[in-house]
């Protein structure tokens, strides 16, 4: 199968694009965790706010968007566990479930196949449609991030929103931006080959 025929595909994400085995899919799960381990450590402290800036997000949206809802979703249990096993590789280095923070860690399992599955759909291919998937997954992960970090940081909801929600929100839509461009421009890049 061609390239142009693999995009042409309905339901192909980006990662359709290379030959298919079990050893490609094994490999894109794990380069999809390593990538979202080594954005976290790109971490900036935000004053007044246990949770700080990171790249963590971005990739594993991108992730959960360029290998589908399965890969990505696998992808980000990889983070996860072995995260919580002690690899080093959430925010500045640190691992194990005991941060405040972990919420939106988990809120990045959900969101991966979320916005997986709306790449399935083409939600990836243009500029709009992906600014609204990264939108969407961003909520994903607040929805469980925030809720987590108000209860393991034994605060009030309102507090937890300041907190965890409000700070972000410029930096979010800065992502989004950059994924506006990123997947579109990839898929056009594929197209032409």
Known sequence: ?????????????LADLLP???????ALVAG??????????????VPGTP????????????????????????SLALYALAGVAG?????DGSSGAASVSFGYILGMLLASAAVGALARRGAD?????????????????YAVGVPYLAVAGHMSLSQAVALGLTPFLIGDALKAALA??????????????
């Open 125 to 141: 291919r243009s500029p709009l449609r992906m600014a609204g998937t990264m939108l969407l997954g961003e909520a994903v992960i």
């Open 51 to 74: 949770v700080p800036v990171t790249g963590q997000t971005f990739a594993a949206l991108l992730v959960g968007t360029a290998l589908g809802a399965r890969r990505g979703f696998l």
């Open 87 to 91: 690899v080093p590789w959430f925010a």
């Open 1 to 13: 199968m061609s390239t142009a025929t693999a995009t042409a595909r309905p339901g192909a994400v």
């Open 20 to 26: 298919a085995s079990r050893v490609r899919d094994a």
């Open 32 to 45: 999809g965790a390593v990538l979202t381990g080594l954005a976290a450590q790109v971490a900036i402290p």
């Open 180 to 193: 506006m461009g990123a997947l579109p421009t990839a898929w056009k890049f594929a197209n032409k080959r």
